[in-house]
């Protein structure tokens, strides 16, 4: 039976790519086949074959089916800012519409186990009064939230899983990712954060010297996740 997630993050640059490329790659151990989309992304670069994205890429490494850059990330942008003010300077418009129809054609390749990564955390706007969590809801796709482990994760955790919850939408599960290694009480606030949240914890992932994908699916723990 195909698996298929959304993947949010506490915030900006807390991991989500590294978590999400781990996850994919476990699922690969695993046996199973595996898809991916980044349906919009910012702080892209020009190649000789049209803009491109390191998160992207990352992903379309980790799938075992045959998929275009362009069907991974039908939406790239070259400014490293918020993905609505890049749309709006590229003159394009952000609509949950057209980004369910560009995901839909990942999803209908019917791998085993697929990801679909978000920008940002929950909240990031789309055009108007659109945001990218309107874009799980109409795909109806259960929530793998990654945590990004530093002082005051707590709280955007907390809220974050509300939100989740608040749109309908079931946690499948979540990740520790511990981009703090020297946060203070590590362990209590892992602890406290298995406590808070209503999903299982999928893994706790270290700050690791070489995060390659590998390396992060050592950490983690997929069972857990089919099994919720």
């Keep these: 039976m195909p698996h298929a997630y959304f993947v949010t993050g506490t915030d900006t640059e807390i991991g989500k790519t590294t978590i999400a490329a781990g996850l994919l790659h476990a699922a690969r151990r695993a046996g199973l086949s595996t898809a991916a989309a980044k349906p919009v992304a910012s702080g892209c670069v020009t190649t000789a074959e049209g803009l491109r994205n390191d998160d992207a890429l990352a992903l379309l490494g980790q799938c075992s089916l045959p998929l275009r850059y362009d069907e991974v990330n039908p939406l790239a942008f070259a400014p490293a800012i918020a993905p609505h003010l890049a749309a709006r ?23 085993d186990f697929t990801l679909v990564e978000g920008a940002g955390g929950w909240r990031v706007p ?20 990654v945590v990004g482990v530093r002082l005051g994760c707590i709280n955007h955790a907390v809220l974050s899983a509300e939100a989740i919850a608040r749109d309908g939408l079931r946690l499948a599960g979540w990740v520790a990712n511990v981009v703090d290694a020297q946060t203070s009480r590590l362990n209590d606030n892992l602890a406290t954060l298995t406590e808070r949240l209503p999903a299982p914890c999928l893994g706790r992932v270290p700050r690791l010297q070489q995060a390659t994908p590998a390396a992060v699916a050592e950490h983690l723990n997929l069972e857990t996740l089919f099994a919720s």
Excluded: F, K, M, Y
């Design 89 to 111: 300077e590229a003159g394009v418009r952000l609509d949950v519409a057209s980004l369910q129809q560009a995901v839909g054609v990942v999803l209908a390749r019917g791998a």
């Design 126 to 145: 789309l055009s108007g009064h659109e945001t990218l969590s309107d874009l799980p809801v109409a795909l109806n796709l259960p929530v793998i939230l």
